[in-house]
């Protein structure tokens, strides 16, 4: 018997029980984990509450993120053995697996071998931020040394993930947080230069921060009116890139920044990338590396037991996080 977490009906992360079942043997193109750590995102407080892109089936399970051991291999399965030590990168739907528990099947096209530099706590915090990152500054995004990239909510996961690639590639990663409470922290992160929205000129800020060139590039989860803020210190042939709707209000963006500096505006999500093999291939290898570099040093805010599963989601939803939230999971691993 193995303890997961599923919920029977959406609602607050009071609904979140953890239950023991009986863990089947993977399947064909399968591997089974011995889970020892889990990150936490967003898209699973989305889920629980009713809110996510598909509706949750009851008893549902959720969780996009993992890493521990390999405990067994479905047939078909080349490349991992009992013993690895792997990871899992969100390419899947929470109706057809789940990564919340101690042990867990996914899907082979999900599990990587992460580098042994990094502890399991790190290795569950790496492969949703900074593969969403890449997918928008590298993969699309064509992201130059020497180019200056606006980062809005930069104190997430995703855009610290933003903000160490921008700095691997040579870039000029500009943050953008609402108040200057961050703002050491967010220095301290790699950022040239921040700016608080609420407090300062977003758009003359943006201009002094980039000499007058204006963004290359936007990264934006969080939408709503300001958007016509950032199109305005964007530079010519500028790409936008909104992969989330915190703010789920209408944009307002101005036609003629749209016409007259030639941008390119496109939603973006991180199933582009691990849904397509050759993209997903691309994005394993340039977040190995960095990790293996140390380039790429995920940062974790706080740590929770599986125990505390509710209160990890309630802290989420406080939204006073500064990078990752991960749980642990206590149990002896077999080498």
Not at 34 to 62: D, H, K, T, W
Not at 231 to 246: D, E, I, N, R, V
Not at 253 to 277: M, N, S
Request: proline share 4%; hydrophobic share 45%; with cysteine.
């Amino acid at each position: 018997m193995s303890k997961v977490v599923t919920f029977n009906r959406t609602g607050g992360p009071e609904v979140l029980e953890i239950v023991d079942v009986q863990v089947s043997a993977p399947a064909a193109g399968e591997v089974q984990i011995c889970v020892q750590a889990l990150g936490i995102n967003r898209a699973e407080v989305m889920y629980r509450s009713g809110q996510y892109v598909i509706e949750p089936e009851f008893p549902a399970r959720l969780g996009y993120e993992a890493a521990g051991v390999v405990e067994a291999v479905g047939e078909g399965v080349e490349g991992f053995a009992k013993g690895d030590a792997v990871s899992v990168i969100p390419s899947f739907m929470f109706n057809q697996y789940g990564m919340y528990g101690e042990r867990v099947n996914a899907p082979v096209h999900a599990v990587v071998k992460h580098p042994e530099n990094l502890s399991f706590e790190q290795a569950a915090a790496s492969w949703m931020m900074y593969v969403t990152a890449y997918g928008a500054l590298v993969e699309f995004g064509d992201l130059q040394a020497g180019q200056n990239v606006v980062i809005r909510a930069a104190s997430s996961s995703v855009g610290l993930a933003a903000i160490q690639i921008a700095n691997m590639l040579g870039a000029r990663p500009i943050a953008l947080t609402r108040t200057h409470e961050k703002h050491a922290m967010l220095m301290q992160a790699g950022a040239a230069a921040v700016i608080a929205t609420a407090e300062q000129d977003m758009v003359a800020e943006i201009m002094r921060a980039t000499n007058g060139e204006g963004a290359h590039i936007v990264f934006d989860p969080v939408g709503g009116p300001d958007v016509a803020k950032l199109t305005q210190a964007m530079a010519p042939q500028g790409m936008f890139f909104q992969y989330g709707a915190l703010d789920s209000r209408d944009m307002l963006v101005p036609v003629f920044d749209i016409l007259g500096k030639h941008l390119t505006l496109r939603g973006y999500e991180l199933f582009e990338i691990t849904t397509d093999a050759e993209k997903m291939a691309r994005a394993k290898s340039f977040v190995t590396s960095g990790l293996r570099s140390g380039k790429l040093a995920p940062v974790i805010d706080k740590t929770f037991p599986l125990e505390e599963i509710a209160d990890a989601h309630r802290y989420m939803e406080a939204s006073g996080q500064v990078g990752k939230i991960v749980v642990t999971v206590e149990q002896p691993v077999f080498r």
